[in-house]
């Protein structure tokens, strides 16, 4: 290649291409520039994860949906982490480092009894609870005691804490830190089925209960064997736990002069010496009083040495040791006991404004520190993560997980020294920046959950909040912060911060994100087996979303407690629902439309001795779904009664064209001249060829199919018979061609109205037999008339008076071959 011009080696192009020929990449200069070349860890809107033989979509919009995992989408059983994973994760779960210079390396003082004790307890497979005050140096013994016991069960050493945790958090965190399975919770019955197999020495530091929930947590492991480190005032555990009790006392007075020289790192002068004694007299020997009180000594010397306050002049490796004090130097005084024993003002006072504002907000968060990369936000100084330094080289921080928090007494303390008096403000600012951090897509739900206690008291001190606005900032933040908890399998900070988050929008007035939260529990609820709760969250949440019309949020409630109702055994309210509103598609599980469809109820069923049973798949309706068997038990007559009104619809349409049929079919013909048919005629004695009248009945009239006088024949009564007008009185009735009874009244053509004729006693009606006034009949009546009638009479009843609708056609054979001659009439 050309000398003078070497084209793209003169600018580096030549390495880059050898890295990239040797599988590495250039990293993008700015983190939040997408790199196409490798994956980068971002947090997915939605996550779905699997718990037990749920499948759980995490939906930060509308809210999370449940559903019964489809075969194909159950994960893998779960792995054994191996050895080095197991160190791989102690590792990330340890409390950050510190920036700044390592502080000196304190040893074990006057513990190494209790260390061998507690070993050879372990290796026996005996469980200890180590109790001892806050700040007696429990944590360091129990680090130590870890160390030792690395080779003694096959899984190694767990360490958990218990600071703020159930129960159930240590039995889940203990699954996660032997087992590998991503995206998975197993249910309780699978969860303890594995436990029962993990052999490991599990160290719990900062232990928060005991009683019947320690038994519970030792008897879901078996095979392991628990060192427990708790304080004085957490329950004692019952006597069937069979636990080995340690306590922890403090140092002697010459271990705690040991430990202020190794903190100050130079030897005490007399003065310093007497003044410790006293210290040690009134702080009961407590080690982490002596750091406390070794910082104080150190800032005094700083000031003896220079103008420069301890916190501007951190010492730095290579620096010059300070002079030593002598009797003809100028020294400022020794704290004053009181001064020794509460010392957090008094260091606080000293350290530099990003470490007394660091300090400001962990008063506000109730003693939770945030992680080292989230105070330069919080601080507004980009060199703010520094501070966490200063103030764990003072005593004033201990770990608590992968977290640092307030040490012992020193919350109480800073707040008497007035560093909560603006706890509100700084607690809603750190809200603010949780919020948009939870929320951001670079932030996986692992880094989310690990904050989560931070998250927590952000949102405690807030709510309930006297200021406008505190509410809002913590439903802002609970949103933001859920579903990333959600995600990162940490249900326990899940439900706390849906709690406040419900509480915040009650107070707040926000039903929209107050009926999401009560969702959210409702979900968490049916995952976690507990049905009684889910079913009154997500009610209530379904409640709210239907009066502010939320559709999607509705319908996703109504699938989640559907199969609450499935998996209690009960029914699922169907009622209360919205006009336009999808309900859920049924289940075949569940009561839904059979196979061939829904049979068509008869217009009048036939009462039966035993009652019409719904049959449903379950037994018995529990007390809790009373409510929706009522429910679903209105929607089935409803259902009847609908059919009903439409058959009657159908029957009565049928029965109207039928009677327009029939009267064009009867009444073709045209009335002959001369004879006219009227109502106002009467039949006498000279009408009837055989001398009988035509209103009396004929011995031959039982032939027609009716039944002889005096036989116990029905007839109508006189509320049945209408008086024809030239009759003094109305005549007894004769049977009809057809059997029936004949009221013996003249009939015409056209329906008569109600002054003319009443209801028929018996439903059906009356058909009275007239003749022409002037032709008398040429042939005596043989017999019945053999037609049918055209509609034959029915049972069905009617809700007013039946009219009869009778027409004769006075034309043809059939008008003078029968006497009487009757027409069949049609009910309306």
Known sequence: MDPTHRGPEEYGHDRERQREDAGERRQSPEPMTPDFGRHTPQQARMVQLVSGDLLLTVNPVDGSEVEPCPPGEHPAAPVRRTAAQRTGRERATAPPVPPGPPGPQLPLLERQEERERLVRLLARGRSVRLTGTAGSGRTALLSAVAADCAELAPDGVVRLSGHKRTITDLLYGLFDAVHLAPLHRPDRAELLGLLRGIGAVVVVD????????????????????????????VTAPTDDAHLEEVLLAGLGRGACLELLERVVERPLTDEEANWAGDLWFESEGL????????????RRDH???????????????????????????????????????????????????????TLRIAVALGGEVPHQAHLPALVGDTHADAALGELAGCGLLSPAGPRFRLAAGVLAQLETGGYGEDAAAHARSAAQHYAWWAGHPSVTPERAAAEADAVIAAMARLVPGDEAGQASAAVLLARSAAPACAAG????????????????????????EEAYFHHELGVLALCTGNLDRARAELETSIGMRGALADKSGAVAGRRALALVADRSGSLAPVAGSAVGEELPAARQEETATPHGGIPVLPLFPQRTEEPATLVSRQAEVSAQGTGSARSLRRTVLGGARRNLVAVGAGVLLVAVLGTVVTLGATSGGDTPEGQKVTTEQSADDGDSEDGFSADEPTDGSASGGGAPAGSGSLSPGPSDRATPSGSGTPSPGTSGPDGTPSTGEPTSGLPTGPSSSGPSSTGKPTDRPTKPP???????????????????????????????????SASGPAATSSAPDTVQGIPS
């Open 206 to 233: 900062d232990l928060e209960f005991g009683g019947a929930a320690l038994d519970e947590l030792l008897d879901a492991t078996p095979e392991c064997a628990f060192l427990l480190g708790t304080t004085p005032d």
């Open 287 to 298: 080690p982490l009083r002596f750091v406390q009180a070794g910082a104080l000594l150190r």
């Open 303 to 357: 000031a003896r040495t220079g103008p420069e306050t301890y916190g501007s002049s951190e010492p730095r490796p290579g620096d010059a040791s300070p002079l030593p004090l002598t009797a003809a130097s100028p020294s400022p005084d020794l704290p004053s006991l009181g001064e020794g024993a509460a010392p957090a003002a008094l260091l606080a006072s000293g350290l530099s404004r990003a470490a007394r504002d």
């Open 489 to 512: 399998m940490h249900w326990g900070a899940w439900e706390r911060v849906l709690r406040i988050g419900q509480e915040a929008a009650r107070i707040a007035g926000e039903v929209a």
């Open 774 to 808: 002037t032709t008398p009949p040429t042939t005596p009546p043989t017999t019945p008339p053999t037609t049918p009638p055209t509609t034959p009479p029915t049972d069905e009843p009617t809700d007013g008076p039946t009219e009869p609708d009778t027409s004769m």
